[in-house]
């Protein structure tokens, strides 16, 4: 099988070219061949023996697309996005990228099934960002498709798309909506989500890190680890009986900033949580605010997508991977 | 006000017109122009004394948005669009037509909104068919957007697109999913709808109709009349409340075909109910399964959006428009 990931060089992309690689398979099959396109060269992957072809690429240019897709990957990975602060900065640029080139792609593909019945396997990340408020305590999997942000907005159109596709047999697509990556590894960013991940991620770095929201708040999480779970697991799956839901919202951990506090005493003790500092910050609360707490995504489940154990095991993920254990 | 009307030579779009101007208001303020588009001629209204532009214009060809608002009318309703057979038949054009056209209009808008600070009230016609199956009894405000047809996934992508140029301050939208239409007037086709009106409208013309769906089969409808009195109030409401819901499923009459025929005999007896022959077709059925029953429509309900009182009342609306009363 050849594997197409579109954002190969991302955070997301990176690991899940190194877990297929690892693996050795994809969709159940071995994995023979790898295309990894970013807006920035994807490094190579250590380790695979198979033809590799790694290039920078923008898939909104023209071209583009029908270019990705010329060796006919049997399953694509199409996780290439401008991030929600910049889809809202820039309009155009958020709509070019996240949603015409998500169609560029699935036209490209609509062609060569037309031409030659091609018929990829297509895994497709959205995000929680597809809904917006007002909320249910328990989001469920019917929930409307109401984005309060232009990125949201952008995902859901694919997600449509995608089905619609799906649904005509142009292509065998899937959504995933994945939850808040944490611990995300990096650099403080200005993002508002940041301080999910900066509280754990910080002080186990013996770094100091500021909570800008009451420790009330309560989100939904997902470490890398299982985001990429959920991408392989997407690939192989039989989606046959998924019907008109193509897109599906992913198991996750729904944890408060408090409940996330006492995980990082228990993993690191009373120190390491003395490194954060509360520093209200009205501005990322009134957009923390309108962000989903919980989800039962019953569907996801029952297609057996599993999410960390707890939010202890997030934890122990990010201290095995950057602390040595 | 100048009021654009897209799609005005449509059985909706011409009803509309015609009540703009016997009202002679528009949202609330004297009606002073009309501009009336569609992809063939629409017909200049009689009685109205202010400036009409009434043109043929293919709203997806290029320049033609542009050209739509030049005179920059205050309210804008957008009826244009591929209906869901050929939107199906035709995939290119139903996306072309209501999707691109749609999103045509609404960068148009935004071009003006950032030179001149334009922001127009638009009125856009959804439907039912962003809803598919699995449906529960009585669909909610809150329920997802999944769409069982590339019409129903291109009205489902403008309803986003409303919303975030909305939430960005662009224009002043509002999306009205409509009922389906009954009594549909006109001959008999060949939509997989078409029974439902078929059914009133050909026996109390004197003529037979086929029902092709056992008499059990629920539905939601609206008369024209009440389609039109849905866009009208839109146009005049105060839109600030809706948050991010700027979308919202029409109240309407939930019936039965059994419910239907005991309406026409109490409007034309027994010789009319005769006139129907039941001719099962499986086709039909397995579409018309997919379709739902009813809906908890609070949220327009609310804003004050009225349904026909019963589908009697559906009934004497058409037996008064061609039928004399």
């Not at 897709?69 to 640029?93: C, K, M, N, Q, Y």
């Not at 031409?115 to 469920?140: D, H, N, Q």
């Not at 292509?171 to 990096?186: H, K, M």
Request: net charge negative; glycine share 10%.
């Amino acid at each position: 099988m050849h594997a197409l990931i579109l954002g190969a060089a991302g955070m997301i992309g990176r690991r899940l070219v190194d877990a297929l690689v690892a693996e050795g398979r994809v969709g159940g099959q071995p994995l023979t061949a790898l295309t990894l396109l970013d807006v920035v060269a994807p490094a190579a992957p250590e380790g695979f023996t198979g033809p590799v072809r790694a290039e920078a690429a923008d898939l909104s240019a023209p071209g583009i697309a029908e270019a990705a897709i010329r060796a006919r990957p049997e399953v694509i990975f199409h996780l290439a996005a401008v991030v929600s602060g910049e889809a809202e900065a820039d309009f155009d640029l958020g709509y070019r990228v996240n949603l015409d080139a998500t169609r560029a792609l699935f036209e490209a593909i609509r062609a060569a099934h037309a031409a030659e019945g091609y018929r990829p396997r297509v895994v497709f990340t959205s995000s929680l960002a597809v809904f917006g408020p007002p909320f249910p305590g328990i989001i469920p999997d019917d929930f409307s498709l109401r984005p309060a942000t232009c990125y949201g907005t952008q995902k859901a159109m694919g997600e449509l798309l995608l089905a619609d596709y799906a649904r005509r047999g142009f292509l065998d697509g899937i959504g995933i909506r994945l939850p808040t990556i944490c611990v995300r590894p990096g650099k403080p960013n200005k993002a508002a989500s940041g301080f999910f991940s900066g509280i754990i991620r910080e002080p186990l770095a013996g770094q100091p890190a500021v909570l800008p929201v009451p420790d009330t708040v309560r989100h939904w999480f997902a470490s890398p680890a299982a985001a990429v779970g959920f991408l392989t697991h997407a690939a192989g799956l039989d989606l046959a009986r998924l019907g008109l839901r193509r897109n599906l919202t992913m198991p996750g951990v729904s944890a408060t900033v408090a409940e996330e506090i006492e995980a990082l005493r228990r993993a690191a003790g009373d120190a390491a949580v003395a490194l954060i500092r509360c520093e209200p910050d009205e501005r990322i609360l009134r957009i923390v605010e309108t962000w989903p707490e919980a989800f039962d995504p019953a569907a996801a489940t029952e297609l057996g997508f599993r999410a960390d154990d707890s939010f202890d095991a997030i934890v122990a993920r990010h201290v095995a991977e950057f602390h040595g254990g």
